[in-house]
């Protein structure tokens, strides 16, 4: 199972961002999949999930703004990322699991500017 992210890059506050994880090895059909991130010194957090049969949940702080979506066609995870902040600057990584196993891409760096 492969996942690799795209998209990331360097925005001012206020800005939008579309980031995108092909994952390849298994169908996206059949898992629950989630975007967290990472900031340095910081344990990652899940910051967007979306479960087979289940709505979108996300984190507190990105409520409103962040919207995660799945291209079972094209087998992708996708993250829109709206009117962002600073405290947004993160490494986002993209995560698929089913049955027990967990499998995250090496992710992209999000940059915001204030």
């Known amino acids: 199972v492969q996942l690799l992210e795209s998209g990331g890059g360097v925005v001012q506050a206020g800005g939008s961002l579309g980031l995108s994880c092909l994952v390849s090895g298994l169908a996206l059909s059949s898992v629950d999949v989630f975007w967290g991130r990472q900031e340095p010194g910081k344990e990652r957090e899940v910051v967007a999930t979306l479960r087979r049969g289940s709505s979108a949940m996300y984190a507190d702080s990105v409520k409103g703004r962040f919207t995660i979506s799945r291209d079972s066609a094209k087998n992708t995870i996708n993250l829109q990322m709206n009117s962002l902040k600073p405290e947004d600057t993160a490494i986002y990584s993209c995560?698929?699991?089913?049955?027990?196993?967990?499998?995250w891409g090496q992710g992209t760096q999000v940059t915001v500017s204030s």
């Open positions: 995560n698929v699991r089913k049955l027990g196993a967990s499998y």
